[in-house]
């Protein structure tokens, strides 16, 4: 079986053999549902960590599958499946944040400082304040060390996997999330 990534297992076939039974109208429903149920939870996680509002990820989750589901037929399989889903998902990420902000008439660190100081209430966070202040510490990164941070710390991807959803060189994902790592222990101790 192919490792998705320490926690998650793709199906027991090739890819490229997936790839095909997905763009297959007669076993297109079959495998739609296997891609949903193998990278439902990893996406779900990912898109989470960036939005940070439950109601929010279930709807760019939602339309990170409807896009999957329509450009499959574009996926050229220069990246791994998984890596071009999470860069759909990245970008539905923030694009949603974006526009969120942007219909609200606030920056999106604005936006993101609401949303994390609504998790003290929201009931799918099971956190505490000190990772309400990691939080707050992470939002203060440049977007793009932000995204590193958080694909690193919070789901544990290798260097490798970030590289391929990020178009960004392993040695300079490397250097970005030591930079990262650097601010936030100076924001966190800050007091």
């Known amino acids: 079986m192919k490792e998705f990534h320490s926690n998650y297992k793709i199906v027991a076939l090739p890819e490229e053999e997936f790839i095909q039974l997905l763009l297959n109208p007669k076993t297109q429903n079959e495998a739609f549902q296997k891609l949903l149920f193998t990278y439902q939870k990893p996406l779900y996680n990912h898109i989470r960590n ?11 989750l939602q339309n990170t599958f409807i896009k999957v589901f329509q450009h499959l037929k574009n996926f050229k399989g220069e990246s791994k499946l998984f890596s071009w889903m999470y860069r759909i998902a990245t970008n539905e990420a923030l694009s949603f944040l974006n526009q969120k902000a942007k219909k609200n008439g606030i920056s999106s660190e604005t936006l993101q400082n609401k949303a994390i100081d609504n998790l003290k209430s929201d009931p799918y966070f099971d956190g505490n304040e000190i990772q309400i202040k990691l939080h707050k510490a992470i939002i203060a990164l440049p977007e793009k060390q932000q995204l590193i941070f958080k694909m690193k710390y919070f789901e544990e991807l290798k260097y490798e996997e970030i590289s391929e959803i990020l178009g960004t060189s392993v040695g300079a994902l490397k250097a970005s999330y030591h930079i990262a790592v650097k601010k936030i222990e100076a924001f966190v101790t800050a007091d």
């Open 50 to 60: 960036i939005v940070l509002n439950h109601d929010d990820t279930d709807d760019v």
